[in-house]
């Protein structure tokens, strides 16, 4: 009895594996672009798990990748960020493999001696490689214009926050009055975008010297938030506003301004640029303009 238990257990394994490697088949890259794919999947050879029109299973350079039908589509989607590709069955021994921007793509077979086909058009598919792209580019440039704006979205929400929880850090109404001047402007008859608040980023100036140690000027960061006279939005900038210096101990009466090669920190790896216009909610700002 042991004998036979042991005997059906064996040959349950073997039909087991024996399918395992019926369904593994070996696809050969024949035909590729000039611009390469992602450098995992631009293998000469990758092993193809599965390959049905609703799914594909392939395995290169020991890493295994999977892709399934879009919806409403005809191809194929698979991987993130930086393996995120598109796959296109064209039939039960080859597929397209491609970027989201479909700028590069690989084109593997089950044969290898098709990559010796002297016929190009034969040998890369080419009417499959149209259809493939025809749906495909609309839909991943689809996709990173809702990315871009959903990035954008996110980042807005975020400066929002930093400037809601932002308090200046200093009182100076002489540097505070010389920055609402250089807003202005020289022109009079020029109407600027009504400043809401400006944010003293330091505490007390900041020094530039040369390599000699003498001060060329003092600074104070500052962030300036405003919204448009003539639109709805609301935007922030920060720049370093100061004066030079005219000798120890002597600084010029007329304001200067500096844009630093810096930036503000925000979350999830977002930053505000120097001299930067960046978008903000005006909902928590609306109070009265500064005139």
């Known amino acids: ?55 594909l299973v392939f395995v290169s350079d020991g890493i295994t990748y999977k892709g399934n039908k879009v919806s409403g589509q005809e191809f194929l989607e698979g991987g993130k960020d930086d ?26 077979h089950a044969e290898k001696s098709k ?22 580019k ?14 954008e979205s996110r980042t807005k929400s975020l400066t929002t926050d930093f400037v809601k929880n932002l308090r200046s850090r200093r009182v100076d109404p002489v540097l505070e009055s010389d920055i609402m001047k250089w807003w ?3 022109d009079p008859a020029k109407i600027p975008d009504p400043v809401i608040g400006i944010y003293f980023l330091m505490g007390d100036y900041e020094y530039a010297r040369n390599y000699y140690g003498t001060v060329l000027r003092r600074t104070i960061d500052a ?37 630093k090669d810096s930036n503000l920190p925000l979350p999830e790896y977002r930053k505000i640029q120097a001299g930067a216009w960046s978008e903000v909610d005006c909902t928590p700002f609306v109070k009265q303009a500064r005139s």
């Open 223 to 259: 962030l300036i938030l405003w919204k448009e006279r003539t639109g709805t939005k609301c935007f922030i900038q920060w720049r370093s506003f100061g004066y030079e210096s005219l000798g120890p101990g002597v600084f010029d009466k007329s304001m200067g301004v500096w844009t």
């Open 83 to 108: 393996t995120h590709f598109f796959a296109y069955r064209v039939d039960d021994n080859s597929f397209f493999i491609a970027n989201t921007s479909m700028t590069a793509f690989a084109y593997y």
């Open 138 to 151: 609309s839909y991943g440039a689809n996709q990173r214009s809702n990315a871009i704006s959903d990035y």
């Open 1 to 55: 009895m042991k004998t036979l238990i042991c005997s059906v257990f064996v040959s349950l394994l073997f039909f087991a594996s024996s399918a395992i490697s019926q369904n593994s088949r070996t696809f050969y890259d024949v035909c590729e672009s000039n611009e390469q794919t992602y450098v995992d999947f631009h293998r000469e050879r990758i092993v193809v798990n599965r390959l049905t029109n609703d799914s």
């Open 115 to 136: 990559a010796d086909e002297a016929d190009n058009k034969k040998r890369c598919a080419v009417d499959a490689l149209n259809t493939f792209e025809s749906m495909a």
């Open 184 to 186: 202005k402007g020289p």
